[in-house]
């Protein structure tokens, strides 16, 4: 995965939102519409994936919601598109993926 701007498409259980992520030093950081993303590459039995920490920003709406969570999520990465999932660490029935394309450089 090349170092730059990405337009990414998140869902989290089922709910879906579109944002931006900038990729550099093996870490990114990006947000959409309801969340600010980290993460960092890791190394876990043989396979290459993503650290990610989420937290919800702004205000919380009505019913329940996810403020904040952290999941090791692993998929496909291209050279200008990425594709990865997983589930949160402390709840599985947390899903998580992203897709990102590359759409500038730093």
């Known amino acids: 995965m090349r170092e730059g701007i990405y ?43 993503w650290s990610f920490s989420a937290e919800k920003y702004g205000k919380s709406g009505r019913g329940s919601s996810i403020r904040r969570f952290s999941a090791t999520i692993y998929g496909e ?18 899903k998580f993926a992203v897709h990102g394309r590359w759409v500038a450089v730093l």
Do not use: C
């Open 77 to 94: 990465e291209g050279e200008r598109e990425f594709q990865l999932w997983g589930e949160s660490k402390a709840d599985a029935n947390t």
């Open 7 to 49: 337009r990414i498409e998140t869902t989290i259980s089922q709910m879906s939102s579109e944002g931006i992520a900038m990729i550099n030093n093996n870490g990114i950081r990006g947000l959409d519409n309801d969340y600010i993303y980290t993460g960092s590459h890791v190394a876990k039995h043989g396979k290459r994936g």
